[in-house]
C-alpha cells in the first residue's frame, strides 16, 4: 500500500472564504516586531453572537498552531465542524446568546490573514520566504486592529489554548486596560527547548523535502505534502499522551492479523498518525508551518521585561484564570504555575486549576466535563463582576 499525499487545491482562494476580512492599507501598516511595516495587511476574522449596546461584552477567542477563524461552524474546507464547537455556542460555556464571540486566522496564517501564502503586491506572486518573520505580539496587534475596527474599546475576555494561551498573555501584558478577563489554557509564557526541538524536526521535514523549492514551491506550482504530512504526524504525537495513545490503540494490528515483516502501517497507530498527516495537508500551507512554529518559538513575554515575568503583569488590572492538564507533556502544569507564582508577585487577581485528564495537551479541544465546568464557572462570575446581565 501507498501512501497518498493530498495538495492544497482544494484550499480556496481567499475571496472565496466565507468571513470578514479586515484590510490595512498604507496608510495604517502594522508595524512588526521585526522593524517592519507591513502593507498591505489582511486580517481575516469570524464573529459569534451580537455586540451589545454597551459594547463590552465581546469575547476574543484565539487559536492554536493548526487552527483557525471557523471556531464555532463547519470549515469552509474541511467540511467538519468548527474547532472549539463544544465549547463556543448558543448555552455553551462561552454563550453565543450572551457574548459577541471573535476569532481571527492569526497573522502569517493560511485561511485568509496575511501569509507567505498571500499576493506580493509588489511581484503579483505568493510572497513565500520574502513574508517577514512574525511574532505572537504581531498576531496580537493584528487582533487589536479587529477589535478596534468593531468599535470595541475593552474586551470581555480574551481566551485561548496553547499558541491561543500565548496570546492570551500577550493581550494581558501589552494592553491591559483592554481586557477585563483573562484566560490562558494549557500555555506557558515561554517556548521550552524541548518544544522549539519539536518544531525544528517538523520544519526540517518540511524543507527536506524535495518539492519546497527553497519555499517557492507555489510559483513552481509544486507542494512539500510529504515533508509537511511528517510534521503534522511528529507534532500530533506531542498533543496526546502516552495513556491516550495506549487507551486508543495499544499495540493493536490495523486491518490484519498478523505483522506484515514490511513497512506498512502493521499498528492501528500508524495508520492514524498517516491520516492525520493526509488530511492536514489539504487545508495548511507549509510556509504557514514554519512561521507560526518560529513565531511560538520566539515567545518568551519574561526576556520582553527583563527577564522577569512578574514585570510583564505589574499593575495589572486583568482577572486571571489559568487551566491545565495533568497529562499535558508539551505544556505541562509547571508552566502554569510560573505564571501564576508572577501574578501572585504583583497581586492580580488570579485563579488557577489543574484538571485531572488522560488526554494529554489536546484535552482542552475535547470533551472534558470538569474542564468545561470550571471555564463556564469562571466566565460567570467574571460576567457578573464586570456588569454583564443576562
Same mark, same amino acid.
Given at each position: 500500500m501507498t501512501t497518498t499525499f493530498g495538495s492544497l487545491s482544494r484550499v480556496p482562494t481567499y475571496d472565496a472564504l466565507p468571513g470578514h476580512r479586515l484590510v490595512l492599507g498604507a496608510d495604517a501598516p502594522l508595524k512588526l516586531d521585526c522593524g517592519i511595516d507591513l502593507a498591505p495587511c489582511t486580517v481575516a476574522y469570524q464573529t459569534y453572537g451580537q455586540l451589545n449596546d454597551a459594547r463590552t461584552n465581546a469575547v476574543l477567542v484565539c487559536h492554536a498552531l493548526t487552527g483557525d477563524q471557523y471556531v464555532a461552524e463547519d470549515h469552509p474546507v474541511t467540511g467538519k465542524k468548527g474547532w472549539w464547537e463544544m465549547m463556543v455556542g448558543p448555552a455553551k460555556p462561552i454563550d453565543t446568546d450572551r457574548f459577541f464571540v471573535i476569532c481571527a486566522n492569526v497573522l502569517g496564517g493560511c485561511m485568509g490573514s496575511s501569509g507567505p501564502r498571500e499576493i506580493d503586491p509588489k511581484t503579483g506572486k505568493p510572497y513565500g520566504l520574502s513574508f517577514p518573520v512574525i511574532t505572537v505580539g504581531d498576531m496580537v496587534e493584528a487582533q487589536l486592529r479587529v477589535v478596534r475596527h468593531l468599535g470595541i474599546e475593552r474586551l470581555f475576555a480574551v481566551i485561548g489554548g496553547s499558541m491561543g494561551a500565548m496570546q492570551v498573555l500577550q493581550w494581558a501584558s501589552r494592553h491591559p486596560e483592554k481586557v477585563f478577563a483573562a484566560i490562558p489554557i494549557a500555555g506557558a509564557a515561554r517556548h521550552s527547548a524541548q518544544n522549539i526541538a519539536f518544531h525544528e524536526v517538523g520544519r526540517q521535514a518540511i524543507m527536506a523535502d524535495p518539492e519546497w523549492r527553497g519555499g517557492d514551491y507555489l510559483n513552481q506550482e509544486t507542494n512539500p505534502t510529504r515533508g509537511l504530512a511528517v510534521a503534522r504526524m511528529a507534532a500530533h504525537i506531542t498533543y496526546l499522551s502516552e495513556s491516550a495513545l495506549h487507551r486508543k490503540f495499544g499495540r493493536n494490528l490495523q486491518d490484519r492479523q498478523a505483522l506484515s515483516y514490511g513497512f506498512e502501517a502493521d499498528f492501528q497507530v500508524e495508520s492514524y498518525l498517516r491520516h492525520q498527516g493526509i488530511t492536514f495537508v489539504d487545508r495548511f500551507d507549509a510556509n504557514s508551518y514554519l512561521y507560526i512554529t518560529r513565531a511560538m518559538d520566539y515567545f518568551d513575554l519574561a526576556a520582553e521585561h527583563g527577564g522577569a515575568l512578574a514585570n510583564a503583569f505589574r499593575g495589572t488590572t486583568c482577572r486571571f484564570c489559568l487551566i491545565s492538564f495533568t497529562s499535558d507533556w508539551l505544556?505541562?502544569?509547571?508552566?502554569?504555575? /510560573?505564571?501564576?507564582? +508572577?501574578?501572585? &508577585?504583583?497581586? %492580580?487577581?488570579?485563579?488557577?486549576?489543574?484538571?485531572?485528564?488522560?488526554?494529554?495537551?489536546?484535552?482542552?479541544?475535547?470533551?472534558?466535563?470538569?474542564?468545561?465546568?470550571?471555564? /463556564?464557572?469562571?466566565? +460567570?462570575?467574571? &460576567?457578573?463582576? %464586570?456588569?454583564?446581565?443576562?
Open positions: 505544556f505541562p502544569t509547571s508552566e502554569s504555575r /510560573s505564571i501564576v507564582h +508572577a501574578l501572585n &508577585a504583583v497581586a %492580580a487577581d488570579v485563579s488557577f486549576v489543574e484538571i485531572k485528564s488522560d488526554k494529554g495537551h489536546d484535552a482542552f479541544l475535547l470533551d472534558e466535563p470538569e474542564f468545561h465546568a470550571v471555564l /463556564s464557572g469562571f466566565i +460567570a462570575g467574571s &460576567a457578573e463582576l %464586570a456588569g454583564l446581565r443576562r
